[in-house]
């Protein structure tokens, strides 16, 4: 039964069978991550763990551009590499749990409007992300990936504030994979 505020997981549709779940390598984000594996392993569907990463600024100086600046090529394979090893422990443990998890990686400016068009671009049918629930000033402005998300989707999204404990056993398997939450 579906009501028109309830929106059913489609299933062989046009919207696909997977779930995406955003991260930006901090802990909050991994265990929300780790819960989208369970969900997709329950519903039986693929799971797309992607990121956002800013991309590349020239520093420019009243005395021009620093010499051990990175260049726009290091800093991509840099932040690549990153990248690969925090997607990689969340898509390890959806293959050691039978889900077939890949990992998509994209350079821009804008996380929220990356996260809906990844979604789109691999035919997810929810977007499943932590928020630190932040609130007040700070909300105001550090702004909030989620809530842009959550404006700019045409899927549901679902958006996590894992627990305490959540986060420490995210913070142990980053630190048992040698990545530094």
């Given at each position: 039964?579906?009501?028109?505020?309830?929106v059913?997981?489609?299933r062989?549709?046009?919207k696909?069978?997977?779930?995406l779940?955003?991260?930006d390598?901090s802990?909050?984000?991994?265990?929300a991550a780790?819960?989208?594996?369970?969900?997709?392993?329950?519903?039986?569907?693929?799971l797309v763990?992607?990121?956002s990463?800013?991309?590349?600024?020239?520093p420019?100086y009243?005395?021009?551009?620093?010499?051990?600046?990175?260049?726009?090529?290091?800093?991509e394979?840099?932040c690549?590499?990153?990248?690969d090893r925090?997607l990689?422990?969340?898509?390890?443990?959806?293959?050691?749990q039978g889900?077939?998890?890949i990992?998509?990686?994209?350079?821009?400016?804008s996380?929220?409007?990356a996260?809906?068009?990844?979604a789109?671009?691999e035919?997810?049918?929810?977007?499943?992300?932590?928020?630190?629930?932040?609130?007040?000033?700070?909300?105001?402005?550090?702004?909030?990936?989620?809530l842009?998300?959550?404006?700019?989707?045409?899927?549901?999204?679902?958006v996590d504030?894992?627990?305490?404990?959540?986060?420490?056993?995210?913070?142990?398997?980053?630190?048992?994979?040698?990545?530094?939450?």
């Amino acid at each position: 039964m579906v009501s028109d505020n309830v929106v059913a997981f489609q299933r062989n549709g046009a919207k696909g069978e997977a779930i995406l779940a955003p991260t930006d390598g901090s802990a909050l984000s991994i265990a929300a991550a780790l819960k989208a594996v369970e969900l997709a392993r329950r519903l039986a569907v693929r799971l797309v763990v992607f990121t956002s990463i800013p991309a590349y600024q020239y520093p420019v100086y009243l005395g021009g551009i620093p010499f051990e600046y990175p260049s726009e090529a290091d800093y991509e394979t840099q932040c690549r590499a990153i990248a690969d090893r925090y997607l990689g422990l969340v898509t390890d443990v959806a293959s050691a749990q039978g889900v077939t998890a890949i990992g998509r990686i994209e350079f821009g400016s804008s996380p929220a409007q990356a996260i809906v068009e990844t979604a789109k671009r691999e035919n997810c049918s929810m977007i499943l992300m932590g928020s630190h629930g932040r609130s007040g000033l700070s909300k105001v402005f550090l702004g909030s990936v989620a809530l842009k998300t959550l404006t700019l989707a045409h899927i549901p999204v679902m958006v996590d504030h894992p627990s305490q404990e959540e986060i420490v056993h995210a913070e142990e398997m980053m630190h048992q994979a040698a990545i530094e939450p």
